[in-house]
């Protein structure tokens, strides 16, 4: 019972930018990455992509940035390093609508 509660609380934290401990394994690529650590939040909107970016957000340094720090909401990825931090934020610009 006590675990229970405590499993809940954790989620509830991770929810409310937390930090994830998830690491990618050896050469993930940013598909495999989205899919482990983001689709469960992220999903595609109508017109068939993930995110609506503005050209400020729409580059690979403020989207690995978003990665690493987190948001309001958006948990912190801080265990992503430099390389797969690169392709998942390659990852995310292919599959993002840039407004
Ligand atoms: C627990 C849910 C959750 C997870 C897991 C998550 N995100 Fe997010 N993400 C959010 C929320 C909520 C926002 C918008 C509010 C904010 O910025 O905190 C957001 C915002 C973003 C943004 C800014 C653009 C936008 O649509 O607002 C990017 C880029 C992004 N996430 C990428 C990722 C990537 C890449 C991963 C996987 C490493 C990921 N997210 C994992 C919840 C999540």
Redesign the pocket.
């Known amino acids: 019972m006590r675990s229970t509660v405590l499993v809940v609380l954790g989620l509830v934290m991770?929810?409310c930018?937390g930090k994830?401990t998830?690491s990618p394994a050896a050469g993930a690529t940013g598909e495999d990455?989205?899919r482990e650590?983001?689709a469960?939040?992220?999903e595609p909107k109508e017109h068939g992509s993930y995110?609506?970016?503005d050209k400020e957000?729409a580059t690979a340094t403020a989207?690995a940035e978003?990665?690493s720090k987190?948001?309001?909401?958006?948990?912190a990825?801080p265990n992503?390093g430099s390389a797969e931090l690169k392709r998942?934020?390659d990852y995310?610009l292919d599959i993002?609508k840039i407004e």
């Open positions: 991770a929810g930018a994830e998830y990455m989205f650590a983001c469960e939040c992220h995110f609506e970016l957000e989207v978003k990665i987190g948001g309001f909401m958006m948990p990825f992503i998942l934020s995310v993002s």
